[in-house]
């Protein structure tokens, strides 16, 4: 079993990398129209530039999975500040996508929060269908196909959760096709546990992503037998292996908040559990010290009996 690490956004081993430099509406607002363009195109710029730059870092060290920042366009999706971020960067998007392609790396973004599709209130909807949209609108200027993914959770109970899952698969089923394509669901730590998020991404269609973490904080009933079988099915339409998420507890008092690295002892049962599976599987982690906390894991997990490290993001399990 092929185990491959990634991290999310920002690599901590460059100087200055930030790839999700951001201003706010207020800041926009006080400029002139002139200047309000030269800002935006500046800190898009330079968040491009970031993202090229942990691309090169990550080929370097032999990381093959990376989740871009979503703040890579300030101001994208906000209603009375929308702007073209595609035609001035066309270049700088097609030289990631073609660094990503030939390198066959592995891609992703993961909205906020208040991208969810359960509200009752249309307008978030709404909102949630355009900040979809903005994902997309930058993979597609990349060239990327739906390979590459945009991450949310399903959302809110809202007092009830049948009602509100009825209400998300109606919601759900607004996202034009070329979007939803590159969308998947993931279970969280409070609300829809694993097995509800994967029953939902049975229903609509949708790759499940399995976060560990968040599972051991909202366990349900815990996991069938089958569990893993049917999360891999989930991914069949995609042509790509699975994608997990892992991190572990920051402590028992705030065991949902992620640790700056992830403790091998408390990653060690997950890793069995896919072990025993058997197939090879995608990890991203979401600790607080990014590559520095993937590169350690691996380093980690390098020294278990039976375990080979491939290079530098990856290691075989036998």
Sequence with gaps: MQLRFGYVSNALALYEASPARTMTFASWSKLSKEERETKLHSITDT??????????????????????????????????ATWDYITPFRDKFKEIGDLVKKHKLRVSFHPNQFTLFTSPKQHVTDNAIGDLDYHVAMLQ?????????????????????????KRFHRNFDMIPEPIRSH????????????????????????PFIFDYHHHMANPGEGLPEDFLERVHKTWKSHNIRPKFHLSSPKSEKAYRSHSDYVDPEFALPFINMLKEYGEDVDIMIEAKKKDLAALKLVEDLSSVRGVKRLNGGSIQWK
């Design 141 to 165: 200027a990349m060239g990327l196909d739906k390979r590459a993914i945009t991450n949310i959770h399903i959302g809110g109970a809202y007092g009830d959760k049948e009602e509100t899952l």
């Design 47 to 80: 968040n491009l530039t970031n993202t090229l730059r942990a691309l090169h870092y990550n080929i370097a060290h032999e990381i093959e999975l990376y989740r871009m920042s979503s703040s890579i366009v300030p101001l994208a999706t906000h209603p009375e």
């Design 183 to 206: 969308v998947t669901l993931e279970n969280d730590d409070k609300t829809y546990n694993a097995i509800e998020t994967l029953e939902t991404c049975e229903h609509t269609g949708v």
